[in-house]
């Protein structure tokens, strides 16, 4: 339940973060930058969320979800 409520809260934190810089690039960023930066973010976010756990505490937290 940790995972799914995680990634839920990683992926709304993404789309803020991905439409807030597709619709208003700050700093000049044109708009590839500001979906790579948006990209980047989502990535560093998910290895919070899920970085401490092993493959095996994943593929388990998996299974028991679905």
Same mark, same amino acid.
């Given at each position: 339940?940790?995972?799914?409520?995680?990634?839920?809260?990683?992926?709304?934190?993404?789309?803020?973060?991905?439409?807030?810089?597709?619709? *208003?690039?700050? =700093? &000049?960023? +044109?708009? @590839?930058?500001? /979906?790579?930066?948006? !990209? $980047?973010?989502?990535?560093?976010?998910?290895? *919070?969320?899920? =970085? &401490?756990? +092993?493959? @095996?505490?994943? /593929?388990?937290?998996? !299974? $028991?979800?679905?």
């Amino acid at each position: 339940m940790k995972l799914t409520s995680a990634l839920v809260l990683v992926v709304l934190v993404a789309t803020i973060v991905i439409s807030g810089c597709v619709q *208003e690039p700050t =700093g &000049g960023l +044109t708009e @590839e930058q500001a /979906e790579d930066q948006a !990209l $980047q973010t989502l990535e560093q976010e998910m290895d *919070e969320a899920i =970085g &401490g756990m +092993t493959l @095996e505490e994943l /593929e388990n937290e998996l !299974l $028991q979800q679905g």
